[in-house]
């Protein structure tokens, strides 16, 4: 019998992350952006990382279709647009900065480091979906990381 959902949530809770913007560009080249935790490395060679996520979100059908997307690795200043890109909003770029990348999806400002991958594989996950990507380009910054833990924001600080 499978753990029961707040037992599963509460436990998962107790695992902590960075915080990703997954963005993406739709086949009506509209933008997407979704803030995601589940982000992991996968191979150093080829160079490859995985992101989950969930089969009814915004992003999903983006990501199915554009077989591309980029990580956006948020720094310590960024809560604010962790906040964005996991809320509801209509336009989650509106007066947003931003260069474009890889087929022309957003490459967010001010972020510790950006993916810029090409889907090679995905898998379905349940409610969720993994999608694999091969990393043409990376860019780095310097700085701190937001973290999640216990469904707050935290600093490596405290
Ligand atoms: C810190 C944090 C981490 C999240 N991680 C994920 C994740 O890994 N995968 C996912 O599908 N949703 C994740 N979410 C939820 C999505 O960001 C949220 O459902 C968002 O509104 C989906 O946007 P969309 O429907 O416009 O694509 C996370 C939310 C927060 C606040």
Request: proline share 0%; charged share 35%.
């Given at each position: 019998m499978p753990v029961n959902s707040d037992e599963f949530r509460s436990a998962l809770s107790r695992f902590p992350s960075g915080v990703t913007v997954v963005t993406s560009r739709d086949e009506e080249e509209r933008f997407h952006g979704i803030t995601v935790s589940a982000f992991c490395s996968l191979s150093l060679d080829p160079p490859r990382v995985l992101i989950c996520v969930e089969?009814?979100?915004?992003?999903h059908l983006a990501l199915e279709s554009s077989k591309a997307f980029v990580v956006n690795m948020l720094s310590a200043e960024q809560k604010d647009v962790s906040d964005r890109f996991a809320?509801?909003?209509?336009?989650?770029?509106?007066?947003l900065e931003f260069e474009t990348g890889i087929d022309g999806i957003p490459l967010l400002i001010g972020c510790l480091a950006t993916l810029e991958c090409r889907v090679t594989n995905s898998y379905d996950g349940g409610d969720h979906s993994i999608f694999v990507g091969e990393v043409e380009k990376a860019t780095v910054n310097d700085g701190d990381p937001i973290l999640y833990f216990r469904g707050d924001y935290r600093s490596i600080s405290s």
């Open positions: 089969k009814t979100s915004g992003s809320s509801l909003a209509e336009d989650k770029f509106e007066s």
